[in-house]
Each structure stands twice: as structure tokens, then as C-alpha cells.
């Protein structure tokens, strides 16, 4: 079992930037693949980014393309998404998951509120 906490939302002002951690406990985070989705009200939820065991990332959505930027740190057992240059449209709850392989996310965390004020 992996227990994932997300820390860091909060209000902000466009063009702002904002750094999410997704705190792991339970296991070792580091040979998981880990995500980073978000939810919009009323909207579907998006798969953002996703980090691979080896350190190596890849952004899904373009939208956030050259903007947002995932990193590791093994020794905190923790996942980073740096998010930079945010606009209103990026106002969403945003999460951490955790899976075996890059389709599958097992584990999930509480979410965290992100909101940008124009």
C-alpha cells in the first residue's frame, strides 16, 4: 500500500507559479510511476504529466506544455509539480497517483485546491 498526501495549492495571481508535493508513505516511491491529474469543476479530469521510475517525465496535456515540470526526490519520498506562468484556466483540484505501469494508477491522493485569480 502507498498513502499519498498533496501539499501546496492555494490562491494565486496569474502568472504566478506554484510548486505541489505529493508526500508518498507506506512503500518506496521511487520504483512507482506517479501522475499528476486535475479536476476542473464541472469538467472532466485532465491526465496532466506523468513521471517515470527513472526520473524522466513526460507532459500529456498541451495546455500545460512548457509550463509545468515534474521532479523526484528520492530521499523525501516525494513527487514535485512545478507550475509556472498560470493562467485562470488552470484553477482546478489537482492530484497525485501512483501505479506499477503508466496506464495504471492504484493509489490516489486527497487532492489539492489550486486557484488563479485574473
Known amino acids: 500500500q502507498v498513502q499519498l498526501v498533496e501539499s501546496g495549492g492555494g490562491l494565486v495571481q496569474a502568472g504566478g507559479s506554484l510548486r505541489l508535493s505529493c508526500a508518498a508513505s507506506?512503500?518506496?516511491?521511487?520504483?512507482?510511476?506517479v501522475g499528476w491529474f486535475r479536476q476542473a469543476a464541472g469538467r472532466e479530469r485532465e491526465f496532466l504529466a506523468t513521471?517515470?521510475?527513472?526520473?524522466?517525465?513526460?507532459v500529456r496535456t498541451d495546455s500545460v506544455k512548457g509550463r509545468f515540470t515534474i521532479s523526484r526526490d528520492n530521499a523525501k519520498n516525494t513527487v514535485y509539480l512545478q507550475m509556472n506562468s498560470l493562467k485562470p484556466e488552470d484553477t482546478a483540484v489537482y492530484y497525485c497517483?501512483?501505479?506499477?505501469?503508466?496506464?495504471?494508477?492504484?493509489?490516489w491522493g486527497q487532492g489539492t485546491q489550486v486557484t488563479v485569480s485574473s
Open positions: 507506506g512503500r518506496t516511491f521511487s520504483s512507482y510511476w
Open positions: 513521471l517515470k521510475p527513472s526520473g524522466a517525465y513526460t
Open positions: 497517483a501512483a501505479g506499477l505501469d503508466e496506464s495504471t494508477y492504484n493509489y
